[in-house]
């Protein structure tokens, strides 16, 4: 338990489900009486709103924060202090607890966040195995041979088998995150016409687009010492630009293929191949960057946050990104069919692990600023519901 209070106050707040909610609601009736950080980040602002806080306003506030590491630098009541105030932590905590509640399937979601490394890992390979083991047992030489030209890829695998069963483990994908937003939604309490608000629509693009809130305030995000610094946040922008490109690449392909009945693989100047290669490099570089933080990290800023599921997310990313560039740059050679065979295992593993793993942080934080955005536009303009 971060942030264990004076007197032991955490889990001792009977109206709170777990230990964790009851410390982030100490440390937010501390907060709310000090007011320092208020200028930090959207958390603080969304506090002051509140003068008492239930299991979804704090939930919500957990999920409004970007671990940027200000507050905790900058407070004079942060441990040793005997209040023991420790905000990025605490909400850490209640956000990775958050992430269980609303999984769904809800079984699933203790299972991944003990072993969301070895699951997605095991997944990966398994598929991988799976996929090589059956072409080489069919036809050795479609694994090993050399296949150039339209069609090459689906030498191993029909197009329509391989659009069923990566269709299918997006589509599961999407259905199991629908629902994790359905439930985070309603904990929270926000009305579901928010949601329909094209201003704080807008709004919350605009601030996660930016990731405003992880600059700890204008000076930049606290990691492994006191001296603020933007890597962080240019890390995350690649990882997450890299990501839409990258799906931006395979829904151009797919509109190739069912539109112009153009075929995979693609000439290197063809659009989806730029538009993979550019994603691809943001995904070798942000994903490798973030890792490259997080092992830099002050200790104490890493409590809260459950390091197999994080690494688990990056891990895909990047497996996916360099056996996509590796498939790209060795197409035309006899490893293309086993290559091909990792990157479909790597993508499977990451379809099915996403709703269970550190992807969710960004959907429920993208949903958090727009209630940040739509309960500010309230406050300004109180008659405007
Ligand atoms: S984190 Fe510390 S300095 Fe900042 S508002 Fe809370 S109590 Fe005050
Ligand atoms: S975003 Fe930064 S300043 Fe705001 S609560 Fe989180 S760690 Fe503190």
């Known amino acids: 338990m971060v942030g264990a209070g004076p007197a032991g106050t955490a889990g001792s707040t009977p109206h709170h489900a777990t230990a964790a909610l009851a ?23 969304a506090m002051e709103m509140r003068r008492s806080f239930s299991d979804g306003d704090l939930n919500y506030l957990a ?22 105030v420790h905000v990025p932590a ?26 969301g490394l070895v699951i997605a890992v095991a997944l990966a390979l398994a598929v991988t195995i799976f996929i090589a083991g059956f072409v080489a047992w069919t036809d050795p030489f479609v694994l090993f041979g050399v296949h150039v030209g339209p069609g090459a890829f689906y030498r191993l695998m029909p197009h329509n088998t391989m ?6 483990a997006m589509l599961y994908a999407v259905f199991a995150i629908g629902m994790g937003v359905r439930a985070f939604w309603r904990d929270i309490g926000e009305p579901e016409a928010t949601l329909r608000d094209p ?47 990258c799906f931006a690449a395979t829904s151009t392909a797919t509109l190739y293929h069912y539109l112009l009945g153009m075929q995979a693989p693609y000439p290197w100047y063809d659009l989806p191949v730029l538009l993979g290669t550019a994603g691809g490099i943001g995904m070798v570089i942000g994903p490798i960057g973030l890792l490259r933080e997080k092992w830099r990290r002050d200790p104490g800023l890493r409590q809260g946050t459950p390091v197999g599921m994080d690494v688990a997310f990056l891990l895909m990313l990047l497996l996916t990104s360099l056996t996509g560039l590796a498939l ?16 479909l ?5 990451l379809f099915v692990t996403m709703p269970y793993g550190k992807f969710v942080h960004g959907i429920y934080r993208f949903l958090a600023l727009v209630r940040a955005a739509k309960e500010r536009h309230r406050e300004l303009a109180p008659g405007d519901r």
């Open 328 to 343: 790209l740059v060795l197409r035309a050679t006899p490893v293309m069919g086993l290559l091909l065979a990792l990157h």
């Open 63 to 84: 999920n409004l924060c970007h671990n940027c590491g200000a507050c905790y630098h900058d407070c004079q009541f942060s441990p040793p202090h005997e209040y023991a």
């Open 90 to 115: 605490t909400l850490a905590q209640v956000r990775t607890e958050s992430y269980a509640q609303y999984a769904w399937p809800r079984a699933f979601a203790g299972l991944f966040a003990r072993n």
């Open 199 to 245: 201003g704080s629509l807008w709004q919350a693009l605009k601030d996660a687009g930016s990731l405003r809130h992880l600059d700890g305030g204008g000076a930049g995000c606290m990691n492994e010492n006191e001296r603020p610094s933007d890597r962080r946040r240019l890390h995350h922008h690649l990882t997450f630009y890299g990501f839409m490109l």
């Open 163 to 168: 659009v069923a069963i990566f269709g299918l």
């Open 345 to 349: 295992g790597v993508v499977f593993a």
């Open 23 to 45: 410390e982030a609601d100490r440390l937010m009736t501390v907060c709310n009486s000090c007011r320092y950080c208020e200028g930090l980040c959207a958390v603080f602002p």
